[in-house]
């Protein structure tokens, strides 16, 4: 079975430029979320999406967005990158209430 | 206080040895425990998943959670150089309405010397 899946794996963007990053979460799988990682925080809970709607949101401000598809697949927008939005974002996905979440490897986004 | 504290290392071992990598928790709530293993540019690999106290082994790997003392261990035995990563712990409370999110340690960084 294929894993979560993230494209793209590396960004190079500009301070108020936007991006969107894209997630695949494994087969079958309706559940998927966000977190960031940086050195300094470690791994931040960004949101999850479950059946197209968001389900919970962390503690991030509201330039920090996303959507899911109807196949589950899900994007996320960053607008107005800041410098400070430099991380690694990971997408993860589970497969049911009680179920682990794994996660795919990641999309490096660095600002500039 | 930060709710999973978890000591960054480093932590350097020879081939062979065991390791102890541990969390302490603050929040009650939390009921579900996890172990993810992290290469450099590599996404979190899930290690280990539990939700009771107690032990729980799998292969080389060790859990063990003790909810009254809020506290979370791994045991590594054997320990080999493939075994050098950040190991993460994560836990969480139980789905409340369907919505799930982990709380993470700051990971401990393992270097197993040949």
């Known amino acids: 079975k294929a894993g979560v899946t993230q494209t793209p794996r590396y960004l190079i963007k500009t301070r108020g430029q936007q991006v969107t990053l894209s997630c695949s979460p494994i087969s079958g799988h309706r559940s998927v979320s966000w977190y960031q990682q940086t050195p300094g925080q470690g791994l931040q809970f960004l949101f999850e999406?479950?059946?197209?709607?968001?389900?919970n949101k962390g503690n991030f401000p509201g330039r920090f967005s996303g959507r899911q598809f109807s196949n589950s697949r899900s994007e996320m927008n960053v607008s107005t990158l800041e410098l400070g939005d430099s991380a690694l974002y990971l997408c993860?996905?589970?497969?049911?209430?009680?179920?682990?979440?794994?996660f795919g490897n990641g999309t490096r986004l660095t600002v500039t | 206080q930060k709710e999973v504290e978890q000591d960054p290392g480093p932590l350097s071992v020879p081939e062979g040895a065991i390791v102890s990598l541990n969390c302490t928790y603050s929040n009650s709530a939390f009921q579900y425990f996890m172990w993810y293993r992290q290469y450099s540019r590599k996404g979190p690999e899930l290690l280990m998943y539990?939700?009771?106290?107690g032990n729980k082994e799998d292969g080389r790997f060790t859990a063990q959670v003790d909810k009254s003392s809020k506290y979370i261990s791994l045991f590594i035995r054997d320990s080999q150089p493939s075994d050098s990563a950040t190991y993460l712990c994560?836990?969480?409370?139980?789905?409340?309405?369907?919505?799930?999110?982990?709380?993470f340690g700051k990971g401990t960084k393992l270097s197993v010397i040949p």
């Open positions: 993860a996905s589970r497969g049911g209430d009680n179920s682990p979440l794994h």
């Open positions: 539990t939700y009771s106290s």
């Open positions: 999406y479950f059946s197209e709607t968001q389900r």
């Open positions: 994560a836990m969480s409370s139980p789905p409340g309405a369907g919505s799930y999110q982990l709380t």
